[in-house]
């Protein structure tokens, strides 16, 4: 399922990625960053969020997307990844997400 956000949200540069890119604990000639607990198919689903709103999310990723969102405090995406997961709860997954959550 494909969750498209058809309203512009104001995306603030977040912490992050401000610290990362913007100061000298890189040098500038460093063009690869390494975030931890980032693979790099999430950061692609938030890179897609942030530049052209909309992101890809079914039952196979949305914990790792929302976590991945949580991390670089992402809070529209998290959002999406709430509401996808309360529309996708059922008997047999309940348990599955509480566990998660906690």
């Known amino acids: 399922m494909r969750m498209t956000c058809n309203f512009l949200l ?8 401000r610290t990362l890119f913007t100061t000298s604990l ?10 931890h607990r980032v693979s790099s198919d999430m950061m692609t689903q938030i890179l897609d969020y ?3 709103r909309w992101v890809d999310i ?3 990723n949305a914990r790792q997307l929302l976590e991945t969102a ?4 992402v809070p529209g995406v998290t ?10 709860i059922n008997v047999d997954k309940c348990i599955g997400i509480l566990q998660f959550a906690r």
Request: negative net charge.
């Open 10 to 17: 104001a995306v603030s540069p977040n912490r992050r990625f």
């Open 50 to 52: 942030v530049y052209f």
């Open 70 to 73: 949580e991390y670089l405090w």
């Open 58 to 60: 079914r039952s196979d």
């Open 79 to 88: 959002e999406l990844c709430c509401d996808f997961l309360k529309d996708e």
């Open 26 to 35: 890189h040098t500038s000639e460093e063009t690869d960053i390494l975030l």
